[in-house]
């Protein structure tokens, strides 16, 4: 079934698996690096991204080799400009500013793309995707999680007591190995005792357990309510 050259320039069973892990392992690197930055789009979302256009690059070089038909770029094309319809869809952003499905989203246009292999009769790329996309999807995921535990950079939603000025509040926290990159004032959502709420964004000094930052900050004098988004 499989037939191994080293023509990397054309489609073979060769390509199809190097391109393919290519894209996993420079697909991971850059998510890798998001990933330890506290982004939402990390490990995972990156590795689909990069393995559903590779596959559907692949699959536009297919039909033109086999076939003589197509641009061998215009797939890639429509890919690119499609993505974003498609993702809009499923990436929610909530009430205190946290995204949710992003890997979701990346997980549907990753799985187009290999639709769009099997359909042409790409069988050998469509099978080979599959796997891959199966694993960054399950076996990463915890992978995914430990990056996220590691990173320094903690987004945080908190709400102030209205017997203790935030300002009071906030010089506190700079009495902890914490810099605070950014904050936004919102409007309190769960305590009733709370005058005001605020989104930060910090940046934490030196290696912590995120728990242990947490209950230090809900410790404070003033602090209602806190909770890692």
């Known amino acids: 079934m499989f037939d191994f050259t080293w023509d990397l320039n054309s489609i073979n069973d060769t390509t199809i698996i190097f391109r393919l892990v290519l894209a996993l392992l420079l697909g991971g690197i850059i998510g890798f690096e998001r990933g330890r930055s506290g982004r939402p789009a990390g490990f995972r979302t990156h590795i689909l991204v990069c393995i559903g256009s590779t596959l559907a690059i692949m699959t536009n070089q297919y039909i033109f080799e086999t076939y003589g038909v197509s641009d061998p770029t215009r797939m890639g094309a429509q890919v690119i400009s499609g993505i974003g319809f498609l993702g809009a869809g499923t990436i929610l952003v909530t009430g205190r500013h946290q995204v949710k499905g992003l890997t979701t989203a990346a997980g549907l246009w990753a799985t187009a793309c290999m639709g769009l292999a099997i359909g042409i009769g790409f069988y050998k790329a469509a099978i080979i995707g599959c796997i891959m996309i199966t694993f960054t999807t399950v076996v990463l995921h915890r992978f995914d999680n430990f990056l996220l535990s590691k990173s320094k950079v903690i987004d945080v939603y908190m709400e102030f007591s209205k017997t203790v000025p935030i300002n009071t509040v906030l010089e ?55 909770e890692e988004i």
């Open 172 to 226: 506190a926290l700079k009495s902890l190995p914490l810099k605070i990159d950014s904050i936004e004032i919102v409007k309190p959502s769960y305590s009733d005792g709370a005058q005001i709420a605020a989104i930060m964004t910090i940046q934490l000094k030196e290696k912590k357990v995120k728990v242990d930052v947490i209950a230090k900050i809900s410790s404070l004098e003033g602090v209602e309510f806190v």
